[in-house]
């Protein structure tokens, strides 16, 4: 079992910046992806992110590119998510979860996580 913790969360204006870290521990070496997700009130848990750890390859949700940059140092076993340019609508709790799946085609899918962090609520302020 891998045990997460993420941290960074907070309030912010539209249009700052914030950078969640999720610490790894336990079972470790049984990570083969990282990913982030996040959770509106009332709405269900949608991707966010998701990185490869051994390779480096990175996805994310079209709602996030070209804003938010997920990177992971493996010797740290943490995981980061940069978030620039924020939006009201990217309030939510953000949960970072690990999977020993890396295929590309469900890397988005949260059934494959099988660890989860408890969660950090993000708050965007307009």
């Known amino acids: 079992q891998v045990q997460l913790v993420e941290s960074g969360g907070g309030l912010v204006q539209a249009g700052g910046s914030l950078r969640l870290s999720c610490a790894a521990s336990g079972r470790t070496f049984s990570i083969y992806t990282m990913g982030w997700f996040r959770q509106a009130p009332g709405e269900e848990r949608e991707f966010v992110a998701a990185?490869?750890?051994?390779?480096?390859?990175?996805y994310y949700a079209d709602s996030v590119k070209g804003r938010f940059t997920i990177s992971r140092d493996n010797a740290k076993y943490t995981g980061y998510l940069q978030m620039n340019s924020l939006k009201p609508e990217d309030t939510a709790v953000y949960y970072c979860?690990?999977?020993?799946?890396?295929?590309?085609?469900?890397?988005?899918?949260?059934?494959?996580?099988?660890?989860w962090g408890q969660g950090t609520q993000v708050t965007v302020s307009s």
């Open positions: 979860a690990t999977s020993r799946v890396s295929t590309m085609a469900i890397i988005r899918s949260s059934s494959i996580y099988t660890s």
């Open positions: 990185v490869i750890w051994s390779g480096g390859s990175t």
